[in-house]
């Protein structure tokens, strides 16, 4: 079958040493994957992408490589947001002078207004957004009806957050367990990986750590796409200073793979209803 897939032209694939971002992981993993069952895969990527299907670039280049400089929040949010909307024009110019069977979406805000240009070709389109969250569901609402489209939830309780969305189906998110190795001998801490945003909870997980008399390795940033209270930067950034903490703030994702392993327990106080947690499964599958 000939499959093209898009997720984003922000980050390359795989991720460089200190980004986060699941969709990318996700979505260039299934990519060498449907590769490796034999099929004809196009992954629409950045240039400095490395995959097993074809790559194509269309001349574009990773938004967090582009010789700019971009403020953070809003501004930087719609930014990427329109660099990727380009891209996807271009895909659409390029499949239809290159017809594929089905066109794989990891992406709705950028890609989903330019699908009815591509009336006859099914498209599958996997919701990684919490659909709890009023702005998500209002742009899905806009799109919902759209012809030869099909949605594909990570969660049943992702579901529930907008019902009126004809799902095709729900298929979990899967990780890499010969990357996320069981590990029957960890060490004494604890960690916390993810983007330093409230609705992650790295302030609590530090004080949890901090009440628990625990060590915690934390593994994060402050993410540029969000506009952060003053307050909460300064709270973190004391308990990051904390003589029972350990920071690391940038790491290639197999050392990342690896520090799973080697904690006790794994901290994730969300505080919103996340669609699917990754870290969860990371730890999962290595024991943790």
């Keep these: ?45 950045p240039e400095e992408s490395i995959t097993k299907a074809h ?19 809003s501004v930087r949010y719609q930014c990427k947001s329109f660099y990727s909307q380009r891209m996807v024009r271009d895909m659409v110019d390029d499949i239809k002078r290159n ?30 957004d919490s659909l709890f969250i009023t702005q998500y569901k209002f742009f ?5 009806d759209l012809p030869n489209t099909y949605f594909v939830s990570i969660s049943k309780r992702q579901q529930e957050g907008m019902p009126e969305l004809s799902f095709f189906s729900n298929v979990y998110n899967g990780t890499d367990t010969n990357l996320f190795r069981f590990n029957s001998t960890p ?49 973190v950034t004391v308990l990051l200073h904390q003589p ?19 904690a006790q327990a794994l901290l994730f106080p969300v505080q919103w209803e996340e669609a699917f947690g990754l870290v969860m499964i990371e730890a999962m599958a290595c024991g943790t």
């Design 187 to 235: 060490d004494n801490h604890l960690l916390f990986s993810g983007r330093f945003i409230p609705q992650k909870g790295v302030d609590i997980a530090l004080q949890a750590a901090q009440l628990a008399r625990r060590p915690i390795h934390v593994i994060g940033f402050f993410d540029k796409r969000v506009e952060l209270s003053k307050e909460f930067r300064q709270a």
């Design 244 to 262: 029972y903490v350990r920071y690391t703030k940038k790491i290639d994702y197999q050392s990342l793979a690896k520090l799973y392993g080697q």
């Design 99 to 128: 017809p594929v069977d089905l066109i794989h979406l990891h992406n709705v805000r950028d890609a989903l207004p330019l699908m009815h240009l591509l009336p006859d070709i099914p498209k599958v389109v996997t919701v990684h």
């Design 55 to 73: 790559k194509k670039t269309l001349g574009y280049r990773s938004f967090i490589n582009l010789p700019i400089s971009v403020p953070s929040g």
């Design 1 to 45: 079958m000939r499959i093209a897939l898009y997720a984003t032209n922000e980050y390359p694939y795989p991720l460089p040493a200190g980004a986060i971002h699941a969709v990318v992981t996700l979505a260039g993993a299934l990519a060498d994957g449907l590769t490796d069952r034999g099929h004809d895969v196009t992954l629409y990527c």
């Design 140 to 144: 899905l609402n806009l799109y919902k």
